[in-house]
C-alpha cells in the first residue's frame, strides 16, 4: 500500500500544506461480504489460534498507511468489535451445513455456489478466489471441493472466530484524533479515507483524491490512474509493481532510501493492532509501546487477555 500512485498522492497533499495541519482522520476498510467468508470465515484466517486475530491478518497494512501518508505516530487505541452475524444463533431456519445441499441456498449472499461457481458458469475461468478451494482446474474439482472441503461450509457453522467488525479509536502523539473501520458488511471495495486539516479537507477512494480549500472554495479531483484493482488479483492499484520497482532500484543504486517500510515500521504497525485486540478484549484504552522502547509485557497481556476470552 506505501507503493500505490494513490498512495503517492495523498502523501503529497497532506505534504504541501494544502490542507493544512491535520486534526482529525478517518480511514474505511470495507472488506467485502463474500471476500470475507472466503478468507475470515471459511478460509485460512478464520480463526485467531490458527492464523491471528483479523486486525492483524487483514487491517495492519492499513494502521502502518495511516502512519505513512501522515507522518504521525500512534500512541494509544480504544476498540471496539465483535463476531456479530457469522456464528450459528444468526444462521436462518433450514439452512444446512453446507451449501450445495441447502435448501436456502438461491436466497443466501454467502452461498459457496455463488461465490465460487456462479463465476464459471457464466463463462469465465478459474480465478481466485476459486482458484484457493482446489488444485485442479475443473468445475468438478471445485464441485468436489465444495462437497468435501472447507469452503462448502455454511458461513453460520464454521469454526471461525475473528471478528466480522472492529472500530479503532486512535490518539496520535501530536494529539491528532483519528478512526479506523473494518468491516465484513461491505461492497469489496477500495479503501476510503479522509483527512480534516485546518486550512481543508481530503476524500479518497483508493484511486481519485478530492482535495477541498477553505479559504479559497477550490475543489481538487485528482485521479492517479492507478493500474489494477485494489485487490491481490489486480496487483494492489499498482502496489505490487511498484514495491518491486522500488527493490530493483535500491538494488542496483546501493540506496536503501527508496524502500518505503522495514523491520521498523512493520514492528510500530503490529504493536498498534496487538494493542487494538488488547483494547476490545479488555475494554481499556491501551498505549502502544514505541519502536524504540517496546513493552515487551504488552505482548504477554494480549496473549493472556486472548487465552481468557477462549
Known amino acids: 500500500m506505501r507503493y500505490t500512485p494513490y498512495t503517492d498522492a495523498v502523501r503529497d497533499v497532506v505534504r504541501s500544506g494544502r490542507i493544512g495541519r491535520i486534526i482529525t482522520v478517518h ?17 485460512n484466517w478464520r480463526n485467531t489460534a490458527e492464523s491471528s486475530p483479523m486486525l492483524l491478518a487483514k487491517s495492519s497494512h492499513d494502521i ?27 444462521a436462518p431456519a433450514k439452512a444446512g451445513p453446507r451449501c450445495l445441499s441447502c435448501v436456502i441456498e438461491p436466497d443466501c449472499p454467502y452461498s459457496a455456489k455463488k461465490i465460487y461457481l456462479d463465476p464459471l458458469d457464466n463463462g469465465g475461468v478459474l480465478s481466485w ?29 464454521c ?31 477500495g479503501r476510503r479515507t479522509q483527512l480534516f486539516g485546518t486550512h481543508g479537507s481530503l476524500d479518497g477512494d483508493g484511486r481519485t483524491v478530492e482535495v477541498y480549500e477553505f479559504a479559497t472554495g ?24 511498484g514495491l518491486i520497482a522500488a527493490f530493483v532500484g535500491a538494488v542496483a543504486a546501493g540506496d536503501p532510501s527508496l524502500i518505503r517500510s522495514g523491520a521498523d515500521e512493520t514492528l510500530a504497525s503490529h ?40
Not at 480511514?27 to 478460509?43: D, F, K, T
Not at 500512541?75 to 444468526?90: C, E, K, M, N, Y
Not at 482446489?134 to 457453522?157: F, K, M, Q
Open 218 to 241: 477550490l475543489r481538487e479531483r485528482i485521479d492517479t490512474a492507478a493500474a489494477g484493482a485494489h485487490d491481490a488479483g489486480g496487483g494492489h492499484g499498482g502496489g505490487d509493481a
Open 271 to 310: 504493536l498498534s493492532v496487538f494493542a487494538a485486540e488488547e483494547s476490545r478484549l479488555s475494554a481499556t484504552v491501551v498505549d502502544v509501546p514505541s519502536t524504540s522502547d517496546p513493552d515487551q509485557s504488552h505482548a504477554v497481556r494480549f496473549d493472556n487477555q486472548r487465552r481468557e476470552s477462549a
Open 129 to 157: 478466489p476459486a482458484s484457493v478451494v482446489t488444485e485442479g482446474g475443473s468445475r468438478a474439482d471445485v464441485i468436489e471441493a465444495l462437497v468435501n472441503g472447507p469452503y462448502g461450509r455454511c458461513v453460520y457453522h
Open 27 to 43: 480511514h474505511l476498510e470495507p472488506v467485502g461480504w463474500w471476500h470475507a467468508a472466503h478468507s475470515y470465515v471459511r478460509g
Open 159 to 189: 469454526d471461525n472466530d475473528v471478528v466480522d467488525h472492529q472500530v479503532v479509536s486512535l490518539q496520535f502523539d501530536d494529539g491528532t484524533a483519528g478512526s479506523f473501520t473494518m468491516t465484513a458488511f461491505s461492497e469489496h471495495a
Open 64 to 90: 502502518d498507511w495511516i502512519t505513512y501518508v501522515t507522518g504521525k505516530r500512534i500512541a494509544s487505541v480504544a476498540s471496539f468489535g465483535g463476531r456479530a452475524h457469522f456464528r450459528s444463533d444468526q
